[in-house]
């Protein structure tokens, strides 16, 4: 973490949604997180409250995940619990960072699917997690984001599969009453 | 669970389903799947008979757009799914067609040893193969390389890791296309891909791939078992793994640059995910390249792996490898694309063959053949299930005449890895398997529950299948006697 960010305070909040698994029928869960972030440069605290739920659904060799919002950019935050969620009960460690996400194209869902694709990678490849988020904006243009990765604890997480990646296949976002729903498949 | 199939399916034979162009706009050819009256019951509850359909709409398309009796719902293409195309026709070659886990496949180890050598030691045997190969979620293997090494590894494939010492010359021999394919272009893979690569060849992952210790329990071609150096009683190991990270990697940068491609040619798509670019184009051939780089990563993955079980079989049983007879019998890679020819309305083309959860199944006196299965054709290893059985086969001539040298690839799934962790509700999965003589171990939570035999189809039924259409034929039945899993 840097100094700028040591000195500002920084709410850690262990994010909900987290933990169970794809068999539970009532797999579906409340996340209202994302509050507390940095920004990039550490010079002020933002935060930001975004209510939203994910469910996980049934595919025959792998697993789909529903997020839904009240907002757009709503999504974004329960649409990557989901993601953690397949993968294990994977919990955060203490060091942090924080990365910029950027993201522009013509589709929101192809945009959501490409930030997932990154979380994916930070895991994998950096064995990082999402703690915090503050999307800036979201729509069918651009997705911009700061994200606070923080470094998985191996010993106190369980993992029960191995995400291979974030597929496109039926992949959607739609409105629907009350606000929208993203949908995507994981391959395992 | 998922929406079930509810368009045409015509009857041809008694192991062969239609689905007629006239299905839906855009079809180029008929779809073709083959099953029996069980297992198209089965194939009909989830929608991969409309994958089949919507790959006939790919441009180039030559024959039918194909699915083996292990079919069932994937992404964009169906697992099980066979497609060839002709580049000469602008035919395509698509991402999706090869799947994330580029050269997923299987490798059959024979031994000298027999159940009654083996039996006893069984739990030590497997403990030290858990312990031996690196397995599940976000496990390193024990040889990394730097980034001059990864390039020489995706350009050699099996070869740079047997020199390293990590096989036998004989493993070369026995594995498909010699553990390569030419045309690998590691300049096209990117350097994450390398990054995810660096540290897990030799790594068996997770999911559905395996290392089981096995039997043979059935012979049904002699000469053929013999030919392969398979007798009754005697133990076989089977690794089912892929290109791990890196082949991901592979797939997930392409199919993010193909994107805006079809537009670019005109190609009008059923489903993103079959994103695709013409064969003959600039898109199309990095594509092929870093595929072909990531094919070559896996074969000298498995390579690895054989490597560390023959260490851990020489530890248990106090013998080396070498006198423990533990050779190669073959290699194949089910998720794949490659450029072979085919006999197409009397015409010699070069077609671009994807195959998707489907494997190579060239028939006696192929060319690609090693000279000692020539006689035979070449061996296809199709993995059941954790407690029934797997097979070996080998191909024949109808495969080229109606399947463009493809066969089944496994049992296929049928039940959502959800719906079978619901149905271990109560139930201990390795109590079970460990009453029908198997023990296993495995790193995820949940793996063997996902993985229990109840969320497959029976392998005999597909393996029937094929055998009847002529396509393979059974050589031996082999039953789990131990397996690790991720």
Redesign the interface.
């Known amino acids: 973490m840097s100094a700028a960010a040591q000195r500002a305070p920084f709410s850690f909040a262990p994010p909900t949604g987290v933990g169970g698994?794809?068999?539970n029928?009532a797999s579906r869960r409340r996340c209202a997180r994302g509050d507390g972030l940095l920004s990039a440069e550490g010079r002020a605290v933002i935060n930001q409250r975004m209510d939203g739920s994910f469910e996980?659904?049934?595919?025959?060799?792998?697993?789909g995940v529903i997020a839904r919002a009240a907002e757009l950019r709503g999504l974004v935050w329960p649409a990557a619990m989901g993601l953690y969620e397949v993968?294990?009960d994977v919990q955060a460690g203490g060091e942090t960072n924080q990365r910029e996400f950027h993201l522009a194209g013509e589709d929101a869902a192809?945009m959501l699917r490409?930030f997932l694709?990154e979380l994916l990678?930070e895991f994998?490849?950096h064995?990082r997690r999402l703690t915090h988020l503050y999307v800036e904006a979201f729509d069918e243009h651009r997705l911009d984001a700061i994200a606070s990765l923080a470094i998985v604890d191996?010993q106190r997480s369980?993992?029960?599969?191995?995400v291979?990646?974030v597929?496109?296949?039926?992949?959607s976002i739609k409105q629907v009453p009350g606000g929208y729903e993203a949908r995507y498949?994981l391959?395992? | 669970m998922t929406d079930r199939y509810t368009g045409p399916l015509e009857r041809v034979d008694a192991t062969r389903w239609r689905i007629p162009k006239s299905y839906k706009p855009g079809m180029r050819v008929d779809g073709l799947i083959y099953a029996n009256e069980v297992l198209i019951e089965a194939i009909k509850q989830d929608k991969s008979p409309e994958q089949v359909a919507n790959v006939a709409c790919l441009p180039g398309i030559v024959g039918h757009s194909l699915a083996m009796p292990d079919i069932h719902w994937g992404y964009g293409f169906c697992i099980g799914g066979v497609a060839a195309t002709d580049p000469a026709a602008g035919g395509v070659i698509s991402p999706g067609g090869v799947g994330y886990d580029i050269n997923c496949g299987v490798r059959l180890i024979r031994t000298d040893l027999t159940i009654d050598d083996a039996e006893p030691k069984m739990t030590r045997l497997i403990d030290k193969l858990f312990e031996t190969v690196p397995c599940g979620v976000g496990k390193s293997g024990r040889v990394k390389f730097d980034k001059k090494q990864m390039h020489r590894l995706m350009e050699e494939g099996s070869r740079f890791v047997v020199e390293k010492g990590y096989g036998w010359q004989s493993d070369i021999e026995n594995t498909e296309g010699h553990g390569k394919l030419d045309g690998a272009r590691p300049d096209q893979v990117s350097q994450r891909a390398y990054d995810r690569g660096a540290t897990q060849c030799g790594t068996l992952g997770s999911g559905n791939h395996f290392l089981e210790v096995q039997v043979v329990e059935q012979i049904d071609d002699e000469q053929a078992a013999s030919v392969l150096g398979l007798e009754k009683g005697a133990i076989t190991v089977m690794i089912h793994s892929g290109s791990r990270g890196l082949g991901y990697q592979v797939c997930e940068d392409n199919l993010k640059e193909l994107r805006d491609v079809p537009r670019k040619y005109g190609i009008d798509l059923p489903d993103k995910q079959l994103v695709c670019a013409p064969v003959h184009s600039p898109e199309g051939a990095k594509y092929l390249g870093a595929m072909r780089a990531a094919a070559n990563f896996a074969w000298a993955n498995r390579q690895i792996m054989t490597h560390l079980a023959r260490e851990a079989f020489s530890d248990v049983f106090g013998k080396p490898a070498e006198r423990l007879g533990m050779h190669l019998v073959y290699d194949v890679a089910h998720n794949i694309a490659k450029v072979e020819p085919y006999d197409v309305e009397g015409e010699r083309r070069s077609l671009c063959v994807h195959r998707k959860g489907a494997t190579r199944a060239f028939p006696p006196g192929h060319e690609e053949l090693p000279d000692r299965y020539r006689s035979i054709g070449q061996p296809v290893l199709v993995p059941g299930d954790m407690a029934r059985f797997s097979y070996v086969l080998v191909g024949q001539a109808a495969s080229m005449e109606q399947t463009f040298g493809s066969c089944c690839h496994g049992a296929g799934r049928m039940m959502s890895r959800g719906a079978a962790i619901r149905a271990s509700k109560g139930r201990s999965i390795r109590k079970e398997l460990l009453e029908r003589g198997v023990y296993a171990r495995a790193r995820g939570r949940t793996g063997l529950e996902e993985e229990q035999p109840d969320a497959y189809k029976d392998v005999v039924e597909v393996v029937g299948v094929l055998h009847e259409s002529h396509i393979s034929q059974k050589v031996a039945k082999l039953r789990p006697l131990g397996v690790i899993k991720g």
Not at chain 1, 56 to 63: G, I, K, P, Q, S
Not at chain 1, 167 to 171: D, I, Q, S
Request: hydrophobic fraction near 35%.
């Open positions: 698994s794809v068999s029928a996980l659904f049934d595919h025959t060799a792998d697993v993968i294990g192809d490409d694709a990678f994998e490849q064995k191996d369980t993992y029960y599969r191995e291979k990646a597929t496109y296949h039926e992949l498949i391959d395992i």
